[in-house]
């Protein structure tokens, strides 16, 4: 058996193709879709995401705005600028880069974005209602995830989803998102006592780590849809991700790739919540006082 590989960039193209028509509606109503993305410090990897981002959102036909701060900016100072950015009808949707110099509280920071304007999705106003199942906004990489899964057709309705990785950027949404699909969730942490044995009952498994390798092809149900949201920095410098690609894909029905599998899926979705940000915000104009 080999694992047929789920495309995120090919998948992605489609949905970016989907919001620039979308786009063209809102222009043809007076509206542009902005989004501001707020990078502080000179991180290497966060400068790439922020570049990948804003070129993204020229393409859409967005109005992209990046803010570039310096390493010591105090926090006020990015709250000042959050807040600016909250005032602003221009900027429908906020993204601050994670992570942050230490010496900043990324929840305080992300708590001060507006919640009708928290395209990431993380936002406790946001969290609380993907928690009770009426999401403004879901978290990019989780919504990218079952754009993917259902890309593939895959049936949720009563399929072990096995999640590794409990954050609150991807595991723990993805939990939610997986849950109101009809599934039977696992989330498993750092102190599952036996990982293996709950990944092998997975029929859909995602693992969101940051420690590459974790899942090896002897711990995945033959047949299981394998989700690897890792993106790790090799010894011989190629990305890979937080599951053994090649291990893998001889036990898995589909897999994703690292790169081209979750990563571009983030980015579409990130355009995907901005579209509909301005979208609600034409229609909140449209209502009488």
């Known amino acids: 058996m080999t694992a047929r590989i789920i495309d995120g960039k090919v998948l992605s193209d489609t949905i970016k193709t989907e919001v620039a028509q979308r786009v063209q509606k809102l222009q043809q109503q007076g509206m542009t879709p902005g989004l501001a993305v707020v990078l502080v410090g000179e991180d290497p990897a966060s400068q790439v995401y922020v570049r990948n981002k804003a070129a993204a959102c020229e393409k859409a036909g967005f109005l992209s705005r990046v803010v570039r ?79 993917m899964l259902e890309s593939e057709n895959v049936g949720l309705r009563g399929a072990e989803a096995v999640i590794v990785g409990a954050s609150n950027i991807v595991g723990k949404p993805m939990a939610m998102l997986l849950l109101a699909a009809g599934a039977t969730v696992t989330l498993c942490n750092s102190k599952t ?51 053994d690609f090649e291990s893998a894909q001889k036990v898995a029905g589909a897999i994703t790739p690292v790169p081209g599998g979750v990563g571009p899926m983030t980015i579409a979705m990130l355009l995907v919540n901005t579209v509909e940000a301005a979208e609600r915000a034409l229609q909140a104009s449209h209502q009488p006082a």
Do not use: W
């Open 69 to 147: 701060l310096p390493a010591d900016t105090t926090q006020q100072q990015l709250l000042d600028v959050v807040q600016e950015l909250n005032q602003d009808d221009a900027i429908h949707g906020i993204l601050v880069q994670l992570p942050l110099p230490p010496h900043m509280d990324s929840g305080l920071v992300i708590e001060t974005i507006a919640a009708n304007k928290d395209v990431d999705g993380f936002h406790i106003s946001n969290a609380g209602l993907l928690m009770t199942g009426r999401p403004l906004f879901r978290p990019c990489t989780p919504y990218g995830i079952m754009k």
């Open 193 to 243: 006592r036996d990982l293996a044995a709950q990944t092998r009952r997975a029929d859909v498994l995602v693992v969101a780590t940051g420690k590459p390798g974790i899942v090896t092809g002897d711990m995945i149900k033959p047949g299981a849809v394998v989700i690897d949201v890792g993106i790790n920095r090799g010894t011989d410098g190629k990305l890979v991700g937080d599951v």
